[in-house]
């Protein structure tokens, strides 16, 4: 296991801990919204909190690479911010499937049938992370069909790269990853039905567009632009 992945796994496991009590307080049936109705395995609720944490996950493992890969503090400060963020929220989601006694992986559902698209692979689809779940239960290989996510040739030329080749690639790799997630996002803001959840995805969506816009003018000071 490399330093990246290690950095990643010891990020993961501080969130899971770090959100168990907000968790409990928020969606715990402590009155008011807690006392909402238990989501079902299938419902919008549950597919969100997993298939956005697998794509959460993935942002924070190319956060990790590239501050190895760089020296530059302003592309190490965005990968950090983005890796502590989605690290936390992605400990949330995990939490409230805990909550739910909802299984984190659902084999028999396809990435996104939630929110009514059909199984395709996307253009930035592949077959990232395989079959295997991950070592906290997560889906990796439900990764390969939801839209934004980076494959496994593009995590291997960020692994590869260095400098302001780098910071390009990443950024252009997270705008993509950011696009995607806000489109995800919003579908929960739409479908679920637990009022902390859909205010945690209007967040997603507002401090994504946010980064989207912010990483386009970094990339406008290195002379690249985004990919599309």
Request: aromatic share 4%; hydrophobic share 40%; charged share 20%.
């Amino acid at each position: 296991m490399t330093r990246t992945h290690v950095a990643a796994a010891v990020a993961v496991v501080l969130a899971l801990l770090f959100a168990g009590v907000a968790t409990v307080a928020t969606a715990g049936g402590r009155g008011g919204e807690g006392e909402a109705r238990t989501p079902a395995a299938d419902s919008a609720d549950a597919g969100f909190a997993r298939d956005m944490s697998d794509h959460h996950q993935q942002a924070v493992e190319m956060s990790f690479i590239v501050r190895d890969r760089t020296a530059d503090e302003e592309v190490r400060r965005l990968a950090y911010d983005i890796a502590n963020t989605q690290a936390n929220q992605r400990g949330m989601m995990m939490g409230w499937l805990d909550l739910w006694g909802l299984p984190k992986v659902a084999m028999d559902q396809e990435p996104m049938a939630w929110m009514g698209m059909p199984s395709h692979g996307s253009s930035h689809g592949s077959s990232h992370g395989s079959s295997h779940g991950s070592a906290d239960g997560s889906a990796q290989g439900s990764q390969a069909l939801m839209p934004g996510m980076a494959t496994r040739a593009e995590l291997d030329r960020l692994r590869a790269a260095s400098g302001k080749d780098a910071e390009v690639l990443y950024l252009q790799l997270m705008i993509d990853h950011h696009k995607g997630g806000v489109h995800m996002a919003r579908g929960c803001v739409e479908k679920c039905t637990t009022p902390v959840e859909r205010r945690l995805a209007q967040g997603m969506v507002d401090a994504q567009e946010s980064e989207v816009r912010l990483m386009t003018d970094m990339l406008a000071t290195r002379g690249a632009k985004p990919r599309g």
